[in-house]
């Protein structure tokens, strides 16, 4: 009889897992909560009306078209039964009925949470970039603010609503600060009379893109700071408020819109496996991506943790989801046959993080760095050339074309009934 | 001193009236809920998943990015005192606070609202498709159930999720017809394995397409019938609940999707002038769009009841909204000057519905009859032009470009939290 894979989750892991397994002798469930995959390195330009939601979220379904032994089910995954082989899921097709699905084989790609390290006053006042309704939210918001500011007379209250502060220097904090600030100094500006927009971004630690040489975050810091964002390191956030938040040298900064970059966690459905969890609630696995300890369930991408030859676990990181998606799938495919699983072994082309227009830094095979405008050309073929299906590619490059020579950003629309974060928000009277 | 106007809506009345008073020597208020201009005609190509949502939707702000006399206020109006010459608002920026607006001369172009007869039953169980968000919570209502639908064994049932019913066999339920059709048997089909989409539009009159010739009005339901849409005419909806309808004949249709086009009414904003209103809650207006009886209100477009030569209203239509607007600003700028106002004229140039890929109707200057391809060459080339924005023209005429040679449908993301406007629909076991 022909085995059956269950594999949850159609990001980066899961999609490239039910790839290679598309028309081979297995039948295969793939499981997630969105009908679409979502390109998530560009979830910022989202946020900052750079691009529309479609453009980085790509359907499930016509992925798998040419391949009849693979299924979809929009659904959330609510336990796990290793030892009798079932998954139960809640659908999530507006009927809320429970599903329990059998598996031969068990691929867990859930991803990754934001990790706000327990502070639920920072959580309760922050907005996160993990989804496109996190994207879609924090537009609407910092398009009502604006027009909330325009209209508001007390200079401190004004100068709160036109303030993000966004927390964590890593790729995604600074991406998302530099296209900000574009979006206010180059569009905003000449439609919202007498505002002045302040980008502030802080991180805890004393480095912007830690993972860089350092010559190269320093180049990061320079073209950030030149673009107009105010960049301070060393600054753990002690308290957040819905309009101010405050750093522990004490310092108070007025603001409605804080953003919170600064780390992630494995989804929580690692917790369902009941095993051990590793730092950021990932599952150790094996170097063949099966979990230590179960059988025939395997763990990849951001919710998995293994650790390199140096002793140092595999970033959280698309390329190593991608990879160990592939690799479980195969490893699958090997074992119908009884043939001997294969091991990860990552390769690495490098790391690239924009800063805005013209400015970025690129590390590529950890050997040549590149930074300002070749690595803004870089980086804007990779992501092109990386995101899913020819239609997305030339719509985002259009749009990529017109931003650049116009400074325009033309994705302003409000769409109703995104929830706000902080509802509660005061204007300061 | 510096005359004020305030105009109410920034659809395709309110937008031509303040293009006409830019950079004249008046102040301008131009007061919307939402921050953006909607090319509504297209609406149902968004909830049919063929367009984007920011493709059919223009911010306002830049449209007015050179005229320092015109400021925006994303806001709804809340009462509107003629006698004092005031208008107080509620701002819709995420804070509810109200604020008052004086003017000396105020524009109504608040537009339509969908006209459910009174019917609350029909109401509560209805989809519109009178504004982006409508558009929006159709598209995730339609994608959802048929993810739904793959997944229920029940014959019946699946049927009924895979049945749409399109009620009114104006221009916008046959547009909208034709396009889910097409949605259903180009690209679903390819997708969800054994389901057998059904599209019916009923209409309580014996006619499709009411004003236009006989031969068209024949032409338009050939073609939607060789489509696969089925039509029923002299079919009153005389029942409706969320998993079925009832027509006048008996015949209960099992549908999810009652798409409710049969009928528009003024805004009830119209309510607010304190004047005798005439039939769908419209306001007479003298020829030259001042109110009846108030000095220096204008209303134009949907809202607006004028009888031509003939004694017929201006049908509730895109350009006569434009041109009203138009002469309404004239007429505002001429009574600066203490001269006379300028009396309507309405240029009627014809007009169109598509139903489908080559399919369509045109009768244009009241004299030249198109039907099929070279109707809805006809149909494309005058939407383009008439989309407001380059980039927005360029994107759509892509994505037409796209979906013709493809028969795909790229935009299919359901995005979170659009609320549904049936949320206890029942699958029947």
Known sequence: MTKRAVIVGAGFGGLHAARVLANREIDVLLIDRNNYHTFTPLLYQVATCGLEASEIAHPVRPVFRGAGNISFLLAEVTSIDT????????MSDGDDREREEQYDYLILAAGS???????????????????LDDSLALRNHILRLFERAVWTQDSDARQALTTVVVVGAGATGLETA???????????????????????????????????PEELRSAAREQLESLGVEVRLGAPVVEAASNYVVLKDGSKIGTHTLIWAAGV?????ADMLGVKLERGGRVRIKPTTEVEGLERVYVVGDMAYLEDAHGQPYPMMIPVAKQQGVLAAENILRDLKGWQPHEFRYIDRGIMATIGRSRA???????????????????LTLHLIALLGF?????????????YFTFDRSVR???GDQPEKAPTMQVEA
Request: glycine fraction near 4%.
């Open 391 to 403: 239609h997305n590619r030339l719509a985002v490059f259009l749009h990529w074309v017109w931003n």
């Open 361 to 379: 830094v690129a590390y590529i095979f950890n050997r040549i760095k590149l930074r300002g405008y070749l690595a803004w050309i870089a980086w």
């Open 83 to 90: 030892a009798g082989q079932v998954i139960t899921v809640r």
């Open 113 to 131: 949470v934001t990790n706000f390290f327990g502070n639920e006053q920072v959580k309760a006042n922050s907005f996160e970039l993990k989804s």
């Open 178 to 212: 530099g296209a900000l600030y574009e979006l206010y100094a180059k569009v905003f500006q000449r439609e919202f009379a007498g505002l002045t927009p302040r980008i502030v971004l802080v991180e805890a630690t004393d480095k912007v893109l830690a993972p860089y």
């Open 265 to 269: 966690k494995a989804s929580p459905l």
């Open 413 to 415: 629309v409000i769409l």
